[in-house]
């Protein structure tokens, strides 16, 4: 049954000491839930959060993950040994690197070589009889609420959303972009190694569909306006698409087609916002990634063509 009076909280994890850059989300209810606890790195912060809220690791009924990449789900192993009674919903792609990350490790340790464990911190399996996963089109009572679960892919194959029915609130995790405190500026986030835009575009509409009153994004908190919100984002996905599908057909080489990425998304920052918040974008978005991503995207699709 809802519970009229259900809350959600914004916990700041502080990621390496960073504000506004990776924030979870308390449910408060009967049971306590968790939507995307962040890196094992940033339990301290994670736990302060929930003592403010007068509570514990220990009192918390679920951890909600929209995917399963580091900076969302990595404290939930350590989280689930601690509390061997949360339950851990993830979308069922997702599952099973939960249960056995030893691939994800492996991919991510290429990606971030001797920096990964002081990135990261540990990411630890969850049993498989925690794990309750998700294939989209569920609703899930938790928390005093209700939740509908959406099949969101595009930045992810595993990404899910959830919209809190009491209150409105559409939980999208990294499909509806970079966007800190209700700044002007939404900004897409397209790391490798599944950047999917044509179902990126359905999972928009899939989460436009619902009239969220608002959108949680996990880089950084609430965000309003929530049309204006999605149309930016498709519009400036689409020219980031462009961008880097025009550069890799003029020939030049990577370093100086990511060089000219990033300079461009930086100038598009700089224009609409003050130099310290184009910064703290910065550090959640990470522009060479996002052109890395979409320039396996528009290879692998070229070489599906041929």
């Known amino acids: 049954m809802t519970n009229a009076v259900a809350t959600s909280q914004l916990i700041d994890v502080e990621y390496l000491g960073k504000r506004r850059y990776i924030a979870a989300c308390l449910l408060l209810g009967d049971v306590p839930a968790l939507v995307d606890p962040g890196p094992s790195v940033s339990l301290p912060a994670l736990r302060a959060g929930l003592a403010a809220a007068g509570l514990e690791l220990d009192d918390l009924g679920a951890v909600l993950l929209t995917h399963i990449h580091h900076d969302h789900a990595g404290a939930t192993g350590t989280i689930v040994a601690q509390n061997p009674r949360v339950e851990v919903y993830v979308h069922e792609r997702g599952a099973v690197h939960m249960i056995d990350p030893s691939r994800l490790l492996a991919s991510a340790r290429r990606l971030y070589g001797d920096r990964m464990d002081a990135l990261w911190g540990e990411f630890a399996a969850v049993p498989p ?157 990470a522009p060479d990634m996002s052109w890395q991503g979409l320039a396996r995207y528009w290879r692998k699709k070229w070489e599906t063509e041929s």
Do not use: C
């Not at 892919?153 to 409105?168: E, M, Q």
């Not at 700044?183 to 790391?191: R, W």
């Not at 999917?196 to 575009?201: A, K, R, T, V």
């Open 129 to 285: 009889e925690n794990i309750r996963s998700l294939a989209g089109g569920e609703t899930l009572a938790l928390a005093g609420r209700r939740l509908e679960v959406a099949y969101t892919p595009g930045h992810a194959v595993h990404h899910v959303s959830y919209l809190d029915t009491a209150d409105g609130t559409a939980f999208v995790g990294d499909t509806a972009g970079v966007r800190i405190a209700n700044l002007p500026f939404v900004m897409p986030v397209t790391p490798p190694p599944d950047i999917d835009l044509e179902g990126w575009e359905d999972s928009l509409e899939k989460i436009a569909a619902w009239r969220p009153q608002r959108l949680f994004v996990t880089h950084f908190g609430p965000a309003e306006g929530v049309r204006a919100h999605i149309e930016e984002h498709r519009r400036r996905l689409r020219q980031w698409a462009e961008a880097v599908r025009e550069g890799l057909a003029s020939g030049a080489d990577d370093e100086a087609l990511t060089a000219a990425f990033r300079d461009d998304v930086l100038a598009r920052l700089n224009e609409r916002l003050p130099a310290e918040e184009a910064a703290a974008y910065l550090q959640g978005g």
